[in-house]
């Protein structure tokens, strides 16, 4: 498979930018030879990405919007922040304390889980 999944490694999040196509034709071969051939569109994409990257480097930390996504299920109550095997409340409290230590400006980040939930069934009504 001739794919690359750059976000996996939480990089710059892309899909692919090159497809398996024909070569020109050789004369003497016997066969079509395959190569990846870029998209133009997507190398574009790509490209602007990767600006929106560095003028995000280039932004002090405390300047920066971070959004946090949680898992919600608005047709069963007490779902919001639900995931099988994990405590994700928890995660993002210590992922908004360690936001806090890396220079982020967080204000006003839940004590604990419970407040958490509770903010986000308030904003949710």
Same mark, same amino acid.
Do not use: N, W
């Given at each position: 498979m001739h794919v690359v999944l750059p976000e996996l490694d939480g990089r710059i999040l892309q899909?692919? #930018?090159a497809f398996k196509g024909p070569l020109p034709v050789q004369d003497g071969l016997?066969?079509?030879a395959l190569a990846s051939v870029p998209e133009a569109d997507r190398i574009a994409m790509l490209a602007d990405r990767i600006a929106a990257l560095v003028r995000l480097q280039s932004t002090p930390r405390a300047e920066r919007r971070v959004a #946090?996504?949680?898992p919600d299920y608005p047709g069963a109550s007490g779902r919001?922040?639900?995931?099988v095997g994990l405590d994700v409340p928890a995660s993002v409290i210590a992922l908004l304390a360690d936001l806090a230590t890396a220079g982020y400006d967080v204000a006003d980040a839940p004590p604990s889980s419970r407040t958490l939930l509770d903010q986000l069934?308030?904003?949710s009504d």
């Amino acid at each position: 498979m001739h794919v690359v999944l750059p976000e996996l490694d939480g990089r710059i999040l892309q899909g692919a #930018v090159a497809f398996k196509g024909p070569l020109p034709v050789q004369d003497g071969l016997c066969f079509s030879a395959l190569a990846s051939v870029p998209e133009a569109d997507r190398i574009a994409m790509l490209a602007d990405r990767i600006a929106a990257l560095v003028r995000l480097q280039s932004t002090p930390r405390a300047e920066r919007r971070v959004a #946090v996504l949680l898992p919600d299920y608005p047709g069963a109550s007490g779902r919001s922040g639900y995931a099988v095997g994990l405590d994700v409340p928890a995660s993002v409290i210590a992922l908004l304390a360690d936001l806090a230590t890396a220079g982020y400006d967080v204000a006003d980040a839940p004590p604990s889980s419970r407040t958490l939930l509770d903010q986000l069934a308030v904003a949710s009504d």
